[in-house]
């Protein structure tokens, strides 16, 4: 069974702060790692799609690191906004695109105070 | 970017009915679509996978004759939960890629179904 852990599990801060979160999944046998923003009522909104070891990623205020060798990731918001506020998912797929699925984390609840 | 739509967004119903979840790729056509759902707490889990003009492929523990999914279309999969009973009640959503994605490839979800069985 594929562990893909979340922590903290929920995060208030206030407007300005800068946070980051982190995802936990297998070492072996990567492939693929997702991050999804979740507002609440709308559609898990893609971030991120990760592939390779020390990959980095950004857009905008969010930026996202990758280790596949230690199975972290690490998802940054530099001066969180209010609407920023959302629950931010990591999901990993092993093997390869035609013989495995998406297991997410129970993801990480953000809530920005203005 | 892709969108998918799926219907209705909540419904109410009462034990021993059926109900049908509409997934729709607006924008893009899916060979692939797949079926999740997540109960209060806990983290979307795969149901199955849905193959268009094919059966679709079933998780480990879930009733393949209970979650019935059709995939008629490359621009729609049904769920039916039949003769549904209150542990039922959760949160379904569906997901769906392009066909030929690269290794990249992001999938885009639907909004979800709230499914409450009385």
Redesign the interface.
């Known amino acids: 069974i594929l562990n ?1 852990e979340q922590s903290p599990q929920s995060l208030h801060v206030q407007e300005g702060d800068s946070t980051n979160f982190t995802c936990s999944f297998p070492s072996s046998n990567f ?2 790692l ?1 991050w ?1 923003r979740w507002e609440t ?4 909104e ?1 971030l991120f ?1 990760m ?1 390779l070891n020390g990959d980095e990623k950004k857009k905008g205020r969010i930026s996202a690191t990758l280790n596949t060798k230690e199975g972290y990731s690490y998802l940054y918001i530099k001066g969180s906004q209010p609407e920023d506020s959302a629950t931010y ?1 990591c ?1 990993f797929k092993f093997g390869n ?1 035609g013989y495995s ?7 990480t609840m953000l809530l920005v105070s203005p | ?1 892709a969108v ?1 739509s799926q219907h209705p ?1 909540r419904v109410i119903c009462k034990s021993g009915t059926s109900v049908k979840i509409e997934c729709r790729s607006l924008d893009f056509q899916a060979t692939t679509m ?1 079926w ?1 759902r997540q109960f209060p ?6 149901m199955a ?1 849905s193959n268009e003009g094919s059966k679709a492929t079933y998780e480990q523990g879930v009733e393949k004759d209970k979650f019935l999914i059709n995939h008629a279309s490359l621009t729609l999969s049904t769920l039916t939960v039949t003769s549904a009973h209150p542990e039922d009640s959760s949160f379904y ?1 569906c997901s769906a890629s392009p066909p030929g ?1 690269p ?10 179904t709230r499914l409450t069985v009385t």
């Open positions: 893909v492939y693929a997702h999804y009522a709308k559609s898990p893609a799609v592939t998912l999901a695109a699925t998406l297991t997410f984390g129970k993801g | 970017g998918v967004s797949f999740y707490k806990q983290s979307l889990m795969l996978t959503i994605a290794r990249s490839y992001e999938q885009y979800f639907g909004p979800g």
